[in-house]
């Protein structure tokens, strides 16, 4: 078997954008940049001191409309008023109770925090920034879902895949060049990029790696990737000397008489 080899990229196969489902000001920034978090854990706090008055307001319609329901259920058995009076009343009830869910949301929208395990990759945002609604505030990646993108030429590619043009079951090793040492990290050859880069300049694949224990590796970081190929059978080493400039190939006979092999 024989090894090629590629420089790789390390890029994150599952990550998140932060965006806010509010315009309001940012209080607090729980995390930096490259910092980890746990999955519920605080990222970023907005000021909503706007929306819980809006809350206080809407809370006390809702308990005014409870209040006058009520009251008109006990008027209707007195049939003192009507039953169009009371589902007028049974309405604006119902009205106060979705304005009151919509005020709850907004405030629960205040604090944004961690969908996953993960890591901050970016953060666009500062403390005291007004911010729009579905503005991104932020990049998250997830550091144990991690993949390498790399290219290899037109002829690279055609040792990856079979006679269908499927890519081979190929093992990989990534290398992380450090100062002092190499760390490896062994992996698979996954998936082609669908788009094709520059005519004749080859196709970008993706490879998955297992990162084991071993958390060194980020997205961003450069690697040495290996590429194991399968082993070539029924195949004989001849030196160039034995081919002929336009590819053919003698042997030499009894009786010292060439012979070309079909």
Known sequence: SQDMESRALVVA???????SELAARIENIAVKEMQRFKKGDLLIQFDCSLYEAQKDVVSANANGALIKLKSDE????????GKYELELSISEYEKAKSELRIAELNVERCQIK?????????????????????EKLGTLLDPNSLEVMFNLSANEFARVIDKDGKLLN????AYLKLSNKDIPFIGKIKRINP?????????????????????TLRPGDFVVLEIQEPSLENVTV????????????FILEDENRLKELV
Do not use: W
């Not at 190929?170 to 090793?173: A, K, M, V």
């Not at 788009?195 to 958390?215: C, P, T, V």
């Open 195 to 215: 788009e094709i880069m520059n005519i004749g300049s080859g196709r970008k694949l993706f490879a998955s790696i297992n990162l084991g224990e071993n958390k």
């Open 170 to 173: 190929l093992d990989i090793t």
């Open 74 to 81: 006990q008027m209707l058995q007195m049939r003192s008023i």
């Open 238 to 249: 001849l030196p160039s000397s034995a081919v002929t400039i336009d590819g053919k190939i």
């Open 13 to 19: 196969s599952q990550e998140a954008v932060l965006s």
């Open 114 to 134: 961690a969908p996953f395990d993960g890591i901050i990759a970016s953060v666009n945002i500062l403390p005291g920034s007004v911010i729009n609604k579905n």
